[in-house]
């Protein structure tokens, strides 16, 4: 079993940047593959990024690549979602998720998330 906890959410000006944090308990984190999706007002969730269990292999949805870079740190069971460039449709609540032995980009592929962190980029 796995928790996750996300953080970093906010308010902020088109064009300014925030760090999400998405810490997992559970000794099986550094196994998993982790995944960035996000879910606006009214819309489907989306796909936002995932990297692989070692860190070696990012994977970027188009809306967000070049503007947006996951990490993540095994030994604080920490996965980090920094966000620069920010623009008003990136407004959502974003959720962390684990359980992928891949990099997926399909919601279905992730067994456990977490609660969700608002972010709310204002023009």
């Known amino acids: 079993q796995v928790h996750l906890v996300e953080s970093g959410g906010g308010l902020v000006q088109a064009g300014g940047s925030l760090r999400l944090s998405c810490a997992a308990s559970g000794r099986t984190f550094s196994t998993y593959a982790m995944g960035w999706f996000r879910q606006a007002p009214g819309k489907e969730r989306e796909f936002v990024a995932a990297i692989s269990w070692s860190g070696g292999n990012t994977y970027y949805a188009d809306s967000v690549k070049g503007r947006f870079t996951i990490s993540r740190d095994n030994a604080k069971n920490t996965v980090y979602l920094q966000m620069n460039s920010l623009k008003p449709e990136d407004t959502a609540v974003y959720y962390c998720?684990?359980?992928?032995?891949?990099?997926?980009?399909?919601?279905?592929?992730?067994?456990?998330w977490g609660q969700g962190t608002q972010v709310t980029v204002s023009s």
């Open positions: 998720a684990t359980g992928s032995r891949y990099t997926s980009s399909n919601y279905y592929d992730y067994d456990y």
